[in-house]
């Protein structure tokens, strides 16, 4: 998904202090209409303080939020009417179903009679809990919970999707489900935030991502921005029966080609761009008659990327 | 003004599913109420106390003095006055305990109406126990009262022959027109049994300690949610938080006035108990629900964690019903600590509720319970509401 158009968020120099701590020091970021934006940083780093900000749950110190235009603060009925708010915490009353759960927070957003009952029936149904609506929350799987919970922040149809790592604590299967959906939203439109703590949720939901650390926003960008703000390259790791040292120095001077070292049964390219020398290397090898067992190119990842902007793990 | 209205029936739909809340807001006052009210309604046959009263004197104008006290016993819709045949059987009845104290009549009583006695015997004999403070009370009254009658009718007898010579016959008429008329401790009887009103009494008594901890409850259950996120999902809607804080608190006074008007309708349909005009009652209630929620919802505000707000709000709830008198009949605490139980609310609510309920009493007779109750909700219900607006917006 690709954003387009005006953005749906904008927010400059959100700043946050919690007495002598900085919680959030200077962020700012926009998300256009159908973009999903990750905010990527460790526990601590300062994601749901921003996000409580950008929601209008807390008072900020300093910086501007708009959504859609409108300014967001506490009391802002208007911009908050524009938010989609899926909390890290499972936000529903378990002694209520999923539907009477909706039904409340649909009221909340100024819903009612057949309007109310459709928007809860697609939100459940897009969530996949359409045959256990009428189950209490409290009897629900972790995973079926966190979904319910999804489904609560879509229902009045946000221009702005804000989800505080919603697959924490769930298992693969419900986690696989729920990034389905949220990929879903980018599609119909909707501006998605996506804040994790998990690097490969990142790469695969968000078309930009933004770092975060000690309450500082230290890089934005596409995956591959990213990458190339740290100066990154991919490696290709080529396998062969035959001789390498050849084929290793023809490589040498094709373009995108930037370093090639020999290893015992192949050999290991460093390229600007893996996927785009796949060619080079296989034209090379016929050239030479050299059989090639296996291609894999290696990307450097977020996880990488983080590590090089922080000094630390994104698990850490 | 919507949206706390359904903020409010919301959380009360939520805190009705919930056993505990049901438990501690209807049965468990329920329950109280009836056993206390049982109890002190049958110790004596009808009133919670018994005063056994014989009359050794056995004359027209002893009977008539005896009769005249039993009527009015006004104290009375608290204990009965039960004529027993013999001194003795007076003695024994108190020596059983079926008698709280008894009073004896002796012979020569109605030489006071006539100014026949000589010397100062003791023609009217309390037999009490120190260990029986209440009863004794009770029975110093019905001594002074029967006194009272000798009193009013001496003076009647006084008044009428001043300046004239009369003949023993006239003196006994105009002596037998005195007894008929009330001594000075009258009060007038409504028809209500004893029991009826005691359990007019307990039943606020016993609601206003579990109306304290329900309210602490639900204030605790908004703090929680605080805990679980839906509180920030609410703070994430369009609505002001003022609509939310007044929503749940909203939630948590009428669940608590809710629960004081089932324990009424249920002692009074159940029971046939009498807690007093309709009107009062329901003003009375309003006012304790606010002072109790004032408390309860500082208290649990000013805590730093649900165990820290469940201890706090047990302590408080027992001290503040032994201070006030909950668990004791009305009147029956020394006199140092009725003064002490108006230093609680519930000691002041009591008060309403008891002129209600054992003094038949209306509107005017509870201003003073309202004036304070009221006072303590708003100056302690400000603070509370303050505080948990601040801990809204900062979770």
Not at chain 1, 171 to 179: F, T
Not at chain 1, 280 to 288: I, P, S
Not at chain 2, 31 to 60: H, K, P, Q
Not at chain 2, 89 to 106: E, I, K, L, M, P
Request: charge should be neutral.
């Amino acid at each position: 998904m690709t954003g387009t158009g005006e953005p749906v968020l904008v927010c400059r120099d959100l700043r946050k202090q919690y007495g002598d701590r900085t919680a959030v020091n200077g962020v700012g970021f926009e998300i256009a209409a159908g973009e999903c934006y990750g905010l990527l940083g460790p526990n601590g780093a300062g994601k749901t303080t921003t996000i409580s900000m950008l929601c209008g749950l807390l008072h900020r110190d300093g910086g501007e939020v708009l959504v859609d235009g409108r300014p967001v603060h506490e009391g802002a009925t208007d911009a908050k009417a524009a938010i989609g708010y899926v909390p890290q915490d499972i936000a529903l009353y378990d002694e209520l179903t999923a539907a009477d759960n909706l039904t409340f927070f649909g009221r909340l957003y100024g819903l009612e009679g057949a309007h109310l009952k459709a928007r809860i029936e697609f939100a459940l149904s897009v969530v996949g809990l359409a045959d256990r609506g009428d189950d209490r929350v409290g009897s629900y799987s972790g995973g079926m919970k966190r979904r319910a919970n999804i489904a609560a922040g879509l229902l009045h149809d946000p221009k702005l999707l804000v989800l505080d790592e919603p697959t924490v604590g769930v298992d693969p299967q419900s986690r696989h489900a729920i990034l389905e959906t949220v990929a879903g939203f980018g599609r119909e439109g909707m501006a998605v935030l996506y804040t994790t703590h998990y690097m490969e949720e990142a790469e695969r939901l968000c078309d930009r991502v933004g770092v975060i650390d000690e309450g500082r926003l230290v890089a934005e960008g596409t995956r591959r921005e990213l990458v190339a703000q740290v100066g990154g390259r991919d490696r290709v790791r080529v396998s062969m029966s035959g001789s390498a040292s050849e084929l290793a120095a023809r490589l040498r001077t094709s373009e995108g080609i930037e370093q090639v070292e020999v290893h015992e049964g192949g050999i290991e390219l460093l390229a600007t761009e893996g996927r785009r020398v796949l060619r080079t290397v296989v034209d090379a090898a016929d050239v030479l008659g050299v059989e090639v067992d296996g291609i894999e190119v290696v990307q450097l990842d977020l996880e990488a990327v983080f590590l090089h902007l922080t000094g630390k793990a994104l698990r850490d | 003004m919507g949206t706390a209205l359904l903020i409010a029936r919301h959380d009360l739909r939520r805190r009705l599913r919930d056993r505990t809340a049901i438990v501690t807001a209807f049965i468990a006052p329920l329950v109280m109420a009836s056993i206390v009210g049982f109890a002190f309604g049958r110790t004596s046959g009808g009133g919670y106390l018994r005063i056994a009263i014989a009359d050794e004197d056995r004359t027209a104008a002893s009977s008539g003095a005896i009769d005249n006290v039993i009527a009015s016993a006004g104290l009375g819709k608290v204990f009965v006055l039960a004529r027993v045949p013999t001194e003795a059987a007076a003695r024994a009845q108190f020596t059983s305990g079926t008698a709280g104290a008894a009073v004896v009549v002796h012979r020569g009583f109605s030489g006071l109406f006539t100014g026949q006695v000589q010397g100062t015997p003791v023609l009217v004999e309390a037999i009490t126990s120190d260990r029986r403070t209440y009863a004794q009370q009770v029975a110093q009254s019905v001594v002074r009262g029967l006194y009272g009658v000798v009193s009013s009718n001496a003076l009647a007898v006084r008044t009428a022959f001043t300046t004239v010579t009369v003949t023993p016959s006239q003196v006994e008429a105009v002596g037998a027109a005195a007894r008929a008329q009330p001594p000075p401790m009258r009060i007038v009887d409504d028809g209500i049994e004893p029991r009826k009103s005691l359990l007019g009494y307990f039943g606020p008594a016993m609601a206003i300690v579990f109306l304290f901890l329900g309210i602490g409850a639900g204030a605790r259950s908004l703090l929680g949610e605080r805990d679980t996120g839906t509180l920030a999902r609410l703070k994430a809607a369009p609505i002001g938080m003022g609509r939310v804080v007044a929503g749940k608190v909203g939630a948590v006074l009428a669940l608590a006035m809710l629960s004081i008007v089932v324990v009424w309708v249920a002692t009074t349909v159940a029971f046939g108990a009498y807690w007093g005009p309709a009107l009062a009652v329901l003003a009375l209630s309003a006012a304790t629900v606010l002072a109790f929620g004032g408390i309860a919802l500082f208290l649990t505000v000013s805590s730093k964690t649900p165990a820290q707000s469940d201890a706090t709000m047990a302590i408080v709830a027992f001290v503040l019903a032994l201070l006030g008198g909950n668990f004791f009949p009305p009147g029956s605490l020394p006199p140092l600590l009725q003064r002490l139980a108006l230093a609680t609310p519930n000691g002041w609510a009591l008060q309403g509720f008891g002129n209600l309920a054992l003094d038949k009493g209306g509107f005017h007779d509870i201003l003073p319970a309202l004036v304070v109750l009221l006072v303590i909700g708003a100056v302690i219900g400000a603070a509370a509401l303050t505080r948990l607006r601040s801990l809204v917006e900062m979770s």
